[in-house]
């Protein structure tokens, strides 16, 4: 059986009499994109610290590629993998490509791929200019490029479309997409928690350090216990469970759990009968808040 490119075991990492991360049990797979999501001082930060080996946990393990992060071993592991912090730091004096230049050489990296890399993210037209003459959105979109460097096998990015606008979002996710098809580990930290909906394959929930959920979004459904709430018009009187309560005429409207979803809709006597549905399912900003709240319980 292969070994996940990133494990964390029993990981807590504490500071004084606080703890950043709690007895954390993550395996990452291959291929899969997975959301980081919770307040700020969850952890999410510090766990993408753990992985990248700039700190050490106070307890636990943390497996990367198969190997360890930490000392001279950890050196040609780290080397493969990909990070776009939250606050990017890029010299304004110079340019895009001097900029791609400079981390090629400090990853060891052959720059003939460069000018290719500041296409995908598309700035090549601005290679040639000073970072400081750049937007905001530039600059991530070159600090992405450095990500990219080296094709890596795990690619951590902490809050990675702020500042971006819908067109530069849309162009991140599909990077992100292609990322996956070549087997690429992604772990993303965010507080946009709409746009991992169709992006993420699972959606890790912090909350003080520990996990508080844990799952794909129909899992996390599930989990939280939300409602999905069902309106229908039919085109025929149809006899139907006390479950569905009459709005007028035929249509009526009802609330389920997520597992009791198809159960309902087999009342309604298949699709020709149905002149007009909607199924409103919780979204992932409902399901955090009642993981949240859970915990202050």
């Known amino acids: 059986m292969n070994t996940p490119p990133v494990v964390l075991s029993g990981i807590s990492k504490q500071y004084g009499s606080r703890f950043a991360v709690r007895q954390l049990d993550l395996m990452l797979e291959s291929g899969q994109c997975t959301g980081l999501v919770g307040h700020n001082g969850a952890g999410k930060s510090t766990i993408i610290k753990l992985i990248l080996g700039l700190i050490a946990p106070t307890e636990g393990s943390v497996s990367l590629l198969g190997g360890s992060v930490a000392g001279r071993d950890g050196v040609q592991t780290r080397s493969r993998i990909g990070y776009l912090p939250e606050t990017v730091a890029l010299h304004p004096t110079l340019t895009g490509k001097e900029t791609l230049d400079f981390y090629a050489k400090l990853k060891k990296q052959p720059p003939g791929r460069n000018a290719d890399l500041l296409a995908r993210v598309g700035i090549a037209q601005a290679a ?7 937007s905001k959105g530039m600059r991530q979109r070159l600090a992405l490029a450095q990500a990219l460097l080296g094709n890596p096998k795990v690619m951590l990015l902490d809050e990675p479309t702020t500042g971006l606008d819908p067109a530069s979002r ?6 992100i997409r292609e990322l996956k098809e070549s087997g690429t580990t992604v772990l993303l930290s965010t507080h946009a928690l709409s746009e991992l909906d169709g992006h993420a394959d699972r959606i890790v929930v912090m909350k003080n350090g520990s996990k508080v959920a844990d799952g794909s ?6 989990q939280s216990g939300l409602p999905v709430s069902i309106d229908v018009t039919l085109k025929h009187n149809t006899p139907l469970s006390p479950r569905w309560q009459p709005q007028g005429g035929l249509s009526y409207r009802t609330e389920c759990r997520t597992e009791e979803k198809m159960g309902l809709l087999y009342e309604l006597g298949g699709m020709d009968n149905i002149a007009d549905i909607h199924i409103h399912t919780p979204a992932l900003d409902d399901m955090y808040a009642e993981f949240l709240k859970r915990e202050d319980r």
């Not at 040639?128 to 003459?133: H, I, K, M, Q």
């Open 170 to 175: 849309q162009m991140f996710y599909g990077i």
């Open 217 to 222: 979004i129909g899992e996390l459904q599930i």
């Open 128 to 134: 040639g200019r000073r970072v400081g003459t750049y």
